[in-house]
């Protein structure tokens, strides 16, 4: 097994996604590349030595050294301030990774994919479709991507733009746009029923956002028939990447 260690990583580009979370591009020399659905985690220490981490799912495939993370703003928390509101192009923090190896989508891969991504859960999700359009992949992928409303949409402009076996649902929790087919609440199983793939297409499944959201999603789609060891969860609590 591959020893992790701690890289300086230089931020040289920013994307706002919405008003309270951007991308954060790094180029991190050394970094020895990553799947998508993997993470990594963040270091900040201060002038006086304090030092605190946290992880963050990896928002882009591997390229080279430079490593995409997209974070949201929370409103206690001790890193996600500074990543979402300091930290500048030219300024670096550590990185140590990648982690992880159960939650991952390889290209070579052909059953079907279901995504499910609840909040800032889109993140390794959204490497999961990059890495499919970077490598050609003609595996269908269906999108359940639930949010409390349309100012929180992360990567809007991206999945705007069609994208052959690429289908996308937006599910709204709490606002919904004015003649929005479906109304706003929680992630229902008829939801994943007509919006997912069928059990019998043995799809692989990944689930993603916070823990209650995960767990309901993973046990709606067991309910359906699905394999569990084809419904592969990432979950993160409050202060989570």
Not at 19 to 31: I, M, S, Y
Not at 40 to 67: C, K, N
Not at 107 to 129: H, K
Request: hydrophobic share 35%; proline share 8%; with cysteine.
């Amino acid at each position: 097994m591959r020893r992790l260690i701690w890289l300086a990583a230089t931020l040289v580009k920013v994307r706002e996604e919405t008003a309270t979370a951007r991308t954060l591009v790094f180029d991190a020399p050394g970094w020895p590349g990553h799947l998508p659905g993997q993470h990594l985690d963040v270091r900040l220490t201060a002038d006086d030595g304090y030092s605190t981490q946290r992880s963050y799912s990896l928002a882009a495939p591997a390229e080279g050294e430079r490593i995409e993370l997209t974070v949201e703003l929370v409103d206690d928390g001790e890193v996600s301030p500074y990543l979402t509101e300091v930290l500048q192009v030219g300024d670096q923090v550590e990185v140590r990774g990648p982690v992880g190896g159960w939650f991952v989508w390889r290209p070579e891969s052909r059953a079907p994919v279901l995504l499910v991504g609840g909040g800032s859960g889109i993140v390794p999700l959204m490497a999961m479709v990059r890495a499919r359009r970077l490598a050609g992949s003609r595996t269908p992928f269906r999108l359940l991507y639930s949010l409390r409303d349309p100012g929180r949409r992360y990567y809007a402009d991206e999945l705007r733009r069609p994208e052959p076996g690429l289908d996308i649902t937006y599910l709204y929790t709490r606002t919904a746009p004015e003649d929005w087919p479906r109304k706003a609440g929680r992630v229902m199983r008829d939801d994943l029923a007509e919006n997912g793939w069928p059990a019998s297409f043995e799809p692989d499944c990944y689930v993603c956002g916070p823990t209650g959201f995960v767990e309901v999603a993973a046990d709606m789609l067991i309910d359906l028939g699905h394999a569990p060891d084809h419904v592969r969860t990432e979950r993160f609590g409050p202060s989570g990447g």
